[in-house]
C-alpha cells in the first residue's frame, strides 16, 4: 500500500505564483525526500528531510517536516514554465531488517506562461 | 560517470514470453532497487538489493525474479510475462548508510505486454 500520499493530485499555477503540494504518510519514517519528474522521464531527486529537522531549503525550494501529523509540504517559491513535472514524496521506512523507499502518487504541476 | 543506464528503452512481448531488463550503474552504490510506475499509481518497490548477492522483494515482487552478482548490474527477469506488467520499469541506486539517501534513477523501460 501506499505510504505517502500528495495532496493536490493536479495544481494549475501561473508563472511567478507559488506551489505548495503536500504529503501525508502513515508510519514512523527515517527521512522524507521529494522527487521531480518530467515527462517520460526518470525521477530526480529535489531534497531530503531527516525526521529531527523541522525545516529545509534548497534554492527555490522550502520543505518542512511534521512528524506529529506525518506530514510534508514542498513550496516551489516564484515558479518557472520549467517546473512543470509531477512531485512525489517518498518516505524511507524500515518494516524489516533493511531500509526501503516508499512513493507516493504524485501531484502533477502546471506552470503556465 | 554514465549514472543509472537501463536497457531496452522499449519492448514488445507477447503473453508467456520471458525477458530479461537491464541495470547497471557505476557508482559504486550497494543498494539498487526496481520500481515500476503505472498511471495514477505513482512508483511501486518490486525487488531490491543492498549489495552483492543480497536480494529481497519488495511491495509487488510477483511475476519478477532479481540476483545481484556484481556491485554495477541489478538485472530482473519476467518469468512469463502478462498484460498486467505492462508498465514503465525504473531501477534506481543509492548510497546506503543505514537509512535511504538520494535514489539516482535510470531513464525507464517501457513495456507492452501483448
Known amino acids: 500500500s501506499q505510504q505517502g500520499e500528495e495532496d493536490p493530485q493536479a495544481l494549475s499555477i501561473q508563472e511567478g505564483e507559488n506551489a505548495t503540494m503536500n504529503c501525508s504518510y502513515k508510519?514512523?519514517?527515517?527521512?522524507l525526500q521529494w522527487y521531480r519528474q518530467n515527462s517520460g522521464r526518470g525521477l530526480v531527486h529535489l531534497i531530503l528531510i531527516r525526521s529531527n529537522e523541522r525545516e529545509k531549503h534548497s534554492g527555490r525550494l522550502r520543505v518542512t517536516l511534521d512528524t506529529s501529523k506525518k506530514s510534508s509540504s514542498l513550496l516551489i517559491t516564484a515558479s518557472r514554465a520549467a517546473d512543470t513535472a509531477s512531485y512525489f514524496c517518498a518516505t524511507d521506512v524500515r518494516e524489516s531488517g533493511y531500509s526501503t523507499l516508499t512513493f507516493g502518487k504524485g501531484t502533477m504541476l502546471l506552470v503556465s506562461p | 560517470n554514465a549514472g543509472v543506464t537501463q536497457t531496452p528503452k522499449f519492448q514488445v512481448l507477447k503473453t508467456g514470453q520471458s525477458m530479461t531488463l537491464q541495470c547497471a550503474q557505476d557508482?559504486?552504490?550497494?543498494?539498487m532497487s526496481w520500481y515500476r510506475q503505472d498511471p495514477g499509481m505513482g512508483l511501486r518497490l518490486i525487488h531490491y538489493s543492498v549489495g552483492a548477492g543480497i536480494t529481497d522483494q519488495g511491495e509487488v515482487p510477483n511475476g519478477y525474479n532479481v540476483s545481484r552478482s556484481t556491485t554495477e548490474d541489478f538485472p530482473l527477469r519476467l518469468l512469463s510475462a502478462a498484460p498486467s506488467q505492462t508498465s514503465v520499469y525504473f531501477c534506481a541506486s543509492s548510497y546506503s548508510s543505514g537509512e535511504q539517501e538520494t535514489q539516482y534513477f535510470g531513464p525507464g523501460t517501457r513495456l507492452l505486454v501483448l
Open positions: 557508482m559504486n552504490h550497494e543498494y
Open positions: 508510519t514512523s519514517i527515517n527521512n
